[in-house]
């Protein structure tokens, strides 16, 4: 069955980095653009960066332009988030999203990213 696994969230003090991934199974990778997202408690989920099937365009929500990174590794069927200089508002839980068109997508179950001091 389909499956995304997040991992690689935590705690970190603000300015600090971290490197979340997420390993797909269960569908062609490749065929999919792949997106992160992030909903904070109280707030609607939003689209933080999105990457196509490839890799050779990225997509990235102005709050993280500079800072984010998406890519990704067909060959290990993973995407990646690198997340530097992170701030106190870049705290929430991250989803990753496969989306083969506007109809047929998946979703991860989040992995939480906590920036505080």
């Known amino acids: 069955q389909v499956q995304l696994v997040e991992s690689g969230g935590g705690l970190v003090q603000p300015g600090g980095s971290l490197r979340l991934s997420c390993a797909a199974s269960?569908?062609?990778?490749?065929?999919?653009?792949m997106s992160w997202y992030h909903q904070a408690p109280g707030k609607e989920r939003e689209l933080v960066a999105r990457?196509?099937?490839?890799?050779?365009?990225?997509n990235y929500a102005d709050s993280v332009k500079g800072r984010f990174t998406i890519s990704r590794d067909n060959a290990k069927n993973t995407v990646y988030l690198q997340m530097d200089s992170l701030k106190p508002e870049d705290t929430a839980v991250y989803y990753c999203?496969?989306?083969?068109?506007?109809?047929?997508?998946?979703w991860g179950q989040g992995t939480q990213v906590t920036v505080s001091s």
């Open positions: 999203n496969a989306a083969y068109n506007s109809y047929l997508n998946y």
């Open positions: 990457i196509t099937r490839f890799g050779g365009s990225t």
């Open positions: 269960g569908f062609t990778f490749s065929n999919y653009a």
